[in-house]
């Protein structure tokens, strides 16, 4: 027997004089092995380009103000966002901060401060046991709550100690290395042996981290254990998580919010075993596998450059992001890839590295100050054959795209969500039918410390978050990651090279036992340009037993028209109990018009407006639901869903 249901849905200055004493540093004869070498530093002493210009005058002002406070090392006792945590951060910052404008135009007041800072720290880290604010059953650092925190904190302040290592004297180089350097690494590589070995963005923070400091240090077994990890057969390491991270579209199996975070170590390192080992050829590896990661990062953004909420994500990150920046930068310096020119030129700021000063002096009159997003399938999975996103976008080529992604890749470790054959609709940079993304306040101490909320597990996870159907109120995968993570969607037909129609059409056999899910999203794009594009979706549920269907759109903005009957629950009503579900308030229940073989839904966002037009039947149910029950300390953030209930399915076949 086949019950099959169908939706149907359209959519549519001068570099600031320093008063100290100057002191004279020849930047020709710098030792670095780095990210800035003498080169570099004399690109940015002598340019005249207006971005590397800036750039520098930016740095300046920066150093301005820091060096106008003491240096304060606290002793470590708050979680993310408490003052010894955010402190901790900061100086890290500083210090990279005030390392290069020390190369860049050097004083002994910024000299001074890098020492203090240094011989600080090299202080107090060898009295520190674990943070008291370490989680259980997560690895812990010493500084912070959390071990990547550790790695973030080398992997810049090894960069600061190799720009300025050769200013010091014997003694205060040998305190550096001997009471916070290599004991930062040994933490890092042996105490955390496991998260140094892990194919996780933690993994690559550290082995980053370690990696650069026995560059710096001279550590060969260093170098090699980060490299190919702590057993050097290339298990493990860098190379293997490479090999494993990214798809062979240079899709980061985390999803783009951590695809951002992670490239910067990705990138950084790579240019520092380019410079010290070029031997092993890593920007060769799995045919440019890091030029992809950075070209398809971009990819994974709106009009406003904010990366698709996908995952674990916090929304309010975008390409401008200094991770980004540097990504961009080492990309061209490597590969020479014109296409990343428009998006350093639109961010108008570099990094302050070889990279960076290469990348602006190629900037002309002629780039091009808008980054085109062309319609693509990014293929999940290192053989390119796990699902993926399927990205559509309208033909502008300017301003006012009309964007959906299909999303159907892997489950992206612990940082996924079961929202397989999930939709996302976006219109001049704006959310239409948006992600809900991560229930997380990052780094903000009274949020449980920044770290991820109990909401994230009890709904952001979950598939009524997201735009897909669900089955019996229940999850995709029984809510599990293991069982998800063994398990792949597929995709079954994909044509974007007609501008008027582009097609993706997508499956899934496991998140339902017994069931078969299908999707297929079309965009229809108007010859005449000044019309809006509209989008079909056609979701498909085969299966041998009945099953009550619930297809979610969350949507931004104000409710404007409902051509169907409703009513508001005089009191509070939950739509569920669990998965999710126990968190939606229903704000008010409707059913079709009778003799309607339709039913619309019109609401407002940023000035215009959006119908969503379902085919349904006598039995179909319509909600408009709202987050926020059974949510005590007000985690979840206020969003709105339009749901489509088909209780009882007509049992039929449909030709379409």
Not at 335 to 359: E, F, Q, W
Not at 614 to 638: K, M, R
């Amino acid at each position: 027997m086949l019950h099959r249901i169908i939706f149907l849905a359209f959519l549519i200055t001068t570099t600031i004089a320093c008063k100290q004493k100057q002191t004279t540093v020849d930047s020709s004869s710098s030792s670095s092995k780095l990210l800035l070498s003498a080169s570099g530093i004399n690109l940015f002493k002598n340019s005249d380009n207006a971005i590397v210009i800036h750039a520098t005058e930016d740095l300046e002002s920066q150093v301005k103000e820091i060096l106008k406070e003491s240096v304060i090392i606290p002793q470590p006792v708050d979680a993310g966002g408490g003052y010894s945590h955010e402190k901790h951060k900061r100086n890290y910052s500083d210090l990279y901060r005030v390392a290069i404008s020390y190369n860049v135009n050097p004083t002994d007041q910024k000299l001074a401060y890098v020492k203090e800072m240094f011989t600080g720290y090299a202080s107090m880290y060898p009295t520190l046991g674990m943070h008291p604010k370490a989680k259980e059953n997560h690895p812990g650092g010493k500084l912070y709550w959390q071990g990547l925190n550790e790695a973030v904190t080398l992997f810049y302040m090894i960069q600061a100690y190799d720009m300025t290592r050769e200013f010091m004297t014997d003694e205060e180089r040998t305190k550096i290395e001997t009471d916070l350097l290599r004991p930062m690494a040994t933490f890092l590589s042996v105490d955390s042996y496991d998260v140094f070995n892990k194919i996780h963005n933690h993994g690559t923070w550290s082995v980053a981290a370690v990696g650069m400091t026995g560059m710096v240090l001279g550590d060969d077994d260093m170098i090699d254990r980060s490299i190919y990890g702590s057993n050097k057969d290339g298990e493990t390491g860098f190379i293997a998580q490479l090999d494993h991270l990214f798809s062979s579209d240079g899709f980061y199996s985390e999803g783009p919010y951590y695809h951002r975070y992670a490239i910067l170590p990705f990138i950084a390192f790579a240019e520092a075993i380019e410079n010290n080992r070029p031997d092993v050829k890593i920007f060769e590896h799995r045919d440019g596998i890091l030029r992809k990661a950075v070209t398809t990062l971009l990819q994974l953004t709106d009009e406003q450059g904010r990366f698709y909420p996908i995952n674990d994500a916090i929304k309010s990150k975008t390409w401008e992001s200094d991770e980004v920046v540097f990504a961009t930068n080492i990309a061209y310096k490597q590969y020479k890839d014109a296409s990343l020119l428009p998006v350093i030129k639109m961010m108008n700021k570099i990094s302050l590295t070889d990279a960076g000063a290469i990348a602006a002096n190629a900037i002309t009159d002629s780039t091009e100050d808008f980054y085109e997003r062309p319609s693509m399938f990014i293929a999940d999975g290192v053989e390119g054959n796990s699902g993926g996103l399927s990205l559509m976008r309208s033909p502008q080529k300017t301003a006012g795209q009309l964007q959906a992604v299909l999303k159907f890749s892997t489950q992206g470790m612990g940082h996924g969500h079961f929202d397989r054959l999930s939709l996302s609709v976006y219109d001049h940079g704006n959310e239409i039918i948006p992600d809900y993304g991560a229930a997380r306040f990052l780094n903000i101490e009274t949020k449980r410390g920044g770290r991820y909320l109990p909401e994230n597990k009890t709904y952001a996870q979950h598939t009524i978050a997201h735009g897909a159907v669900v089955l019996d109120e229940k999850s995709q995968y029984k809510g599990n990651v293991k069982y998800s993570e063994e398990h792949v969607s597929q995709l079954v037909k994909n044509e974007m090279s007609n501008d008027r129609l582009q097609v993706t059409v997508a499956t899934d056999t496991m998140a339902y036992k017994g069931t078969k899910l299908s999707r297929s999203i079309t965009m229809v794009n108007d010859t005449d340009i000044s019309n809006r594009p509209f989008i079909i979706d056609l979701y498909h549920v085969d299966a041998s037993t009945g099953h009550q269907m619930d297809l979610n759109y969350p949507f931004f903005g104000d409710i404007i028209d409902t051509q169907f009957d409703y009513t508001r629950p005089a009191s509070k009503t939950v739509l569920g109990k669990d998965n999710g579900y126990n968190h939606l308030e229903i704000l008010a229940k409707g059913s079709p018009l009778v003799n309607h073989t339709n039913s619309q839904f019109t609401f407002l966002q940023a000035q215009r407006f959006y119908s969503i037009t379902s085919v349904t039947n006598f039995d179909t149910e319509l909600y408009i639901t709202q987050t926020g029950a059974n949510d005590p300390e007000f985690n979840l953030n206020l969003q709105r869903q339009y749901l489509i209930r088909q209780a009882n399915p007509v049992l039929k076949t449909t030709h379409l």
